[in-house]
């Protein structure tokens, strides 16, 4: 987690500089007060807290980055947000889209708007409390240190010197479910318990329960 608010204090002292947020995993979990803050570019994708299908970038750009796209000559045209804006005036976009992730997102959001997005905030923030509370409770320690912890994923320390693949695969062929046991340089060291998109407390509540069968 990043400190946006105080981030955003320093650079209203800098008005050349133009902020990009990654918001894929936080997005639509937390408040993201996009203009409030002054983020000029607001990045997310399908496949973290929305709960859909890889494969769909989503962008928000304020009139301060479009300016500054039209400073760029050579921006190219996968990304290139005046395009984007020239087609949608015209209800198109600038290649054919992926139908299935518009019509998707469409069905998530009414979803979103129907449980209420304070709403939702609240239940990823008490799902990943529940998450919280199992690791210290089993002896384990968090990846991140404490402030920088995402409200839809848990990054597990392995402190314990448990087989994590062995974890994974059991979890896997005694309770069909899957969990992330890290990768790279983090791989055996780590792992990543998912609270995001459409988890509640009973689908949590369940997988920790799984994990500690798988432990022993």
């Not at 984007?84 to 997102?105: C, G, N, W």
């Amino acid at each position: 987690m990043n400190p946006l608010p105080e981030i955003c204090c320093t650079l209203a002292k800098y008005p050349d500089v133009a902020l990009i947020v990654d918001a894929v995993s936080s997005f639509s979990a937390m408040p993201i007060p996009m203009d409030a803050l002054g983020i000029d570019v607001l990045l997310t994708g399908s496949q973290k807290a929305l709960a859909l299908p890889p494969g769909f970038a989503l962008f928000s750009v304020s009139e301060k980055a479009f300016a500054r796209a039209g400073q760029v000559t050579d921006r190219g045209y996968y990304f290139d947000f005046l395009e984007f804006r020239k087609q949608q005036a015209e209800d198109m976009t600038p290649t054919t889209p992926s139908i299935s992730h518009v019509y998707a997102l469409r069905s998530k959001l009414e979803e979103i708007l129907a449980e209420g997005l304070t709403k939702r905030y609240e239940r990823h923030a008490r799902t990943n409390a529940l998450v919280h509370e199992w690791v210290r409770a089993r002896g384990f320690e968090f990846f991140a240190a404490e402030g920088h912890r995402a409200v839809t994923l848990t990054c597990v320390k392995n402190n314990r010197g448990i087989d994590v693949a062995e974890l994974v695969r059991d979890l896997r062929s005694r309770h069909q479910l899957v969990i992330d046991g890290g990768y790279g340089k983090l791989k055996g060291q780590t792992f990543r318990l998912s609270n995001m998109g459409d988890e509640t407390e009973e689908t949590v509540s369940h997988l920790l329960r799984c994990l500690d069968d798988c432990l022993g």
